[in-house]
């Protein structure tokens, strides 16, 4: 009798249709030895993941990460729909310093027209997740080609942990699901047919630890690139320090909670919306924070979300809704969402 298939990994072979190598023609750096001429560049081919994107009505585009695709001077992509045909892409965005690592990219109107008509079956676009982030134990597939594979491998773990963003980077979800060089780029997707996140990194010199870039930040990314060609989160505009009780005199605050704003960047969020020094931010949009930063709620229960990763997490230009305290009296204000100035 055989053994019958559990409903992930159907999806997940479902949505390995939708999953494509990624083939660049760079530079790998620059040669630092060379003496007449130091910014000579070192050529190179390498190869990683990507998958196409269903996002509203476009079609050909393909999420990857920023390393893959960083210096390209070529990109190309195959897919198992297509034999061992290539397929010439080109970059739309990506986020230049690797935090996170997301980038986009689409085939040409007329490599789409050809991918269409060699495919054997119609490209299957994969859709974010959407929603709460899932649970430490949230069983998930990785899928991807890793170490030069011609076919792509699924890999199945679990969501482990969570490293919690800062005011530099993003949120983490760990796991233990296998992600090797060449997997990176690809997704990670759960029972419900949906990408819970970018494959993006694994930890050298540890045993199954990898990590995911959330679909909440890539979607993010996703929507300023295209609406605002801007490859960007928002930012809080300024510097924020943790609450304490020995501040309650001075902040005339009866006990602590929120986060003190210590400095107010010029065209920055903070100042745009009014908020000044020593005004303490309550919540963003109705979400609240301890005196850490720290979400406070059932919704991220045992696991740390930051004031900043929640800013990052609304679209450049959205309305943001401030509630914070100055001198002792509760306030509301509201601005735009910005990203942080250079």
Known sequence: MTKKKNNLTDVALKMMNGVVQIQVEGFIEEDIQSVMNPAIKIPGVWLGSGFFIKYKNLEGYILTNAHVV???????????????????????????????????????????????????????????????????????????????????????????????????????????????????????????????????????????????????????????????????????????????????????????????????????FLEVAGIQERDVILSLNGVEFDRHGIVIGKQVHFRHMTIYDLIKLVPIVDQVVVVYLRDGECRKTSSRALRNPD
């Open 70 to 268: 960083r210096n390209a001077e070529k990109i190309e992509i195959n897919s198992m729909l297509t034999s061992e045909e290539k397929f010439e892409a080109e970059l739309v965005g990506m986020v230049k310093k690797l935090e996170p690592d997301v980038a986009l990219i689409r085939l040409t109107d007329k490599e789409l027209l050809r991918f269409k008509a060699l495919a054997v079956r119609e490209i299957e676009y994969l859709e974010l997740w959407e929603g709460n982030s899932p649970s430490r134990g949230e069983e998930i597939k990785a899928i991807g080609y890793p170490m030069g594979m011609v076919e792509p491998n699924i890999s199945g773990g679990e969501i482990t942990n969570f490293i919690s963003g800062s005011e530099y980077t993003t949120e983490r979800f760990v796991t233990n699901a296998a992600i090797n060089p060449g997997n990176s780029g690809g997704p990670s997707v759960s029972r419900d047919g949906k990408v819970v996140g970018l494959n993006t990194a694994v930890m050298i010199d540890a045993e199954n630890i990898g990590f995911i870039t959330p679909s909440g930040f890539v979607k993010i990314i996703i929507e300023n690139v295209l609406q605002q060609n801007e490859p960007h989160f928002a930012g809080i505009g300024g510097k924020l320090q943790k609450n304490a009780d020995n501040f309650n005199p001075l902040l005339k605050q009866s006990a602590a909670r929120g986060e003190i704003v210590a400095r107010v960047e010029a065209n920055g």
